[in-house]
């Protein structure tokens, strides 16, 4: 106790906090002593996946976080099926879930920067508290059958009050990992961890609706989200350090150490900030990826019913999250060199030519392969982009910049869905594939943007060194 009274910043790095101290470039589980050479490498096909795994903590914090993502996978459906089972009417519990969907695209990144400012423990714990409270709103506004304008205010607070559990997650193999491979394999986890969760949650939501009561569906998933955020919060140890915020210019940025009388006012959180640099052009490409996922869920439900077998719209589905999910997992144990933005390139390309064959398939089987050909694509552009989103940013807002994706993909689901929806009731249940259609071409169109600019860029950077 005696050190209480000095301030953490005079402290040895030692004593402060592990959340306070500066993330050291690789941990020390896989960095060898002073003097003593690194063992040699495992060898084996997972070898990527185990030595990220080696990280003292990281299963713990990875799979909190799996459970943590589990929401987003089911509160919009969960709500659903609760308010479509206490009044029958699928139309206004379409629209109660569409305002929490908009509640959490456009609230989401503004806790993921207060992370950024304060640290994740502290916000995740009102992030938890806040959820829980809101959850219980709404469930008690439903089920209590209180005025529609409550159904819909507690909806928009619930999904206000959702954290991007995918960017506290990333954030935290950042800050533990180096640049480069195990950071890929790392990313590549997170991404099967993004899927899973649709290939698991969704079914679980649906069976305990119907089998015991929609309040059960709706209350699974929310407490399997809230119990992985607890998780979190103990999970102290792999926790980023928080980063000053430098001015333009200051050599500070990019994560060095600010002055003392500096970070306070650096520290300070900011309703309205520019996004991120280096990250407004990626946007539109996970836009595009989102109205591919919206239009998908929502077509595939139509096609099928049109086709006569109605349970077959879960067989399409699950060959489009199969197919991402193996697709990660591959992706993730490559030993690439090429850039991310070439690589971003390359997979946008792939995206634009194999999703739009969706749309041409007569069946449900033929549709089936084609979606888990359209997963197989999807993987590799999601993982590359979020590891050019990581590569790009300051420290100081590494988690609020890997939020933005995942609110460019929630607003182009909730777009992608109303389109579809409005073609499905005009042309048919196949009708909706155009929107798929239109989201795999903005985001081959912008993952050529991003390519070209990377090559103008290089060829700059080319004639300048040759100048020198």
């Known amino acids: 106790m005696q050190n209480a009274a000095q301030p953490a910043a005079d402290r040895p790095a030692a004593e402060q906090p592990a959340a306070d101290r500066p993330a050291p470039d690789r941990p020390a589980a896989i960095q060898p002593p002073p003097g ?10 997972f070898r990527g996946y185990r030595e ?3 990280v003292p903590g990281s299963v713990a914090f990875y799979t ?3 459970l943590g993502r589990l929401p987003r996978s089911t509160l919009s459906l969960g709500a659903v099926l609760l308010v479509a089972g206490e009044t029958g009417r699928f ?11 908009i509640g959490s695209a456009f609230i989401g990144p503004l806790w993921s920067r207060a992370m950024d400012r304060v640290g994740q423990r ?10 829980l409270v809101s959850a219980l709103a709404l469930l008690g506004a439903v089920t209590a059958g209180l005025p529609l304008w409550t159904w819909f205010a507690t909806a928009l607070l619930l999904g206000a009050s959702t954290v991007d559990i995918g960017s506290v997650t990333r954030a935290r193999w950042s800050s533990l990992l180096p640049a480069g491979q195990d950071r890929h394999s790392a990313f590549s986890l997170e991404s099967v961890a993004d899927e899973s969760v649709y290939v698991i949650g969704p079914p679980v939501v649906t069976l305990l609706a119907a089998a015991v ?16 955020m607890a998780a979190l919060i103990l999970l102290r140890s792999t926790t980023p350090a928080v980063h000053p915020v430098a ?18 006012s650096k520290r300070r959180f900011r309703l309205l900030t520019p ?7 990626l946007l539109p490409l996970f836009l595009g990826i989102g109205l591919v996922f919206g239009a998908v869920d929502l077509t595939a439900v139509g096609f099928a019913d049109e086709e006569g077998v109605p349970a077959a719209a879960g067989l399409l589905l699950a060959a489009f999250a199969v197919g991402s999910v193996v697709s990660a997992l591959v992706f993730g144990l490559l030993r690439l060199r090429a850039a991310l933005e070439l690589r971003v390139g390359v997979a946008a390309l792939a995206y634009a030519v194999v999703v739009p064959a969706v749309a041409l398939m007569p069946s449900i089987g033929t549709a089936s392969v084609a979606l888990f050909a359209a997963g197989l694509v999807t993987a590799p552009l999601l993982i590359s982009g979020m590891g050019l989103v990581e590569s790009r940013v300051d420290r100081a807002r590494l988690t609020e910049a890997l939020a933005w994706p995942s609110t460019a993909i929630s607003v182009g689901v909730t777009i992608g869905s109303a389109l579809a929806g409005v073609l499905i009731d005009a042309a048919g249940g196949r009708a909706g594939f155009a929107v798929a259609v239109a989201g795999a071409l903005v985001a081959g169109v912008f993952g050529v943007v991003t390519l070209a600019s990377h090559r103008a860029r290089s060829q700059r950077v080319a004639r300048l060194t040759q100048g020198d």
């Open 247 to 264: 001015s333009k210019g200051d050599p500070a940025s990019k994560g060095d150490t600010a002055s003392k009388g500096d970070t306070a």
């Open 36 to 45: 003593q050479p690194r063992p040699p490498a495992r060898m084996g096909p």
């Open 64 to 66: 909190a976080g799996w």
């Open 91 to 101: 139309s206004l519990a379409a629209m109660v879930a569409a305002v929490m969907v």
């Open 52 to 54: 990220v795994f080696a």
């Open 275 to 281: 996004l991120p640099p280096g990250i407004a052009l």
């Open 122 to 131: 502290r916000i995740l714990a009102a992030g938890f508290a806040a959820t």
């Open 213 to 228: 009561s929609p309040v059960l569906g709706f209350a699974v998933g929310l407490t399997a989200g809230l119990a992985g």
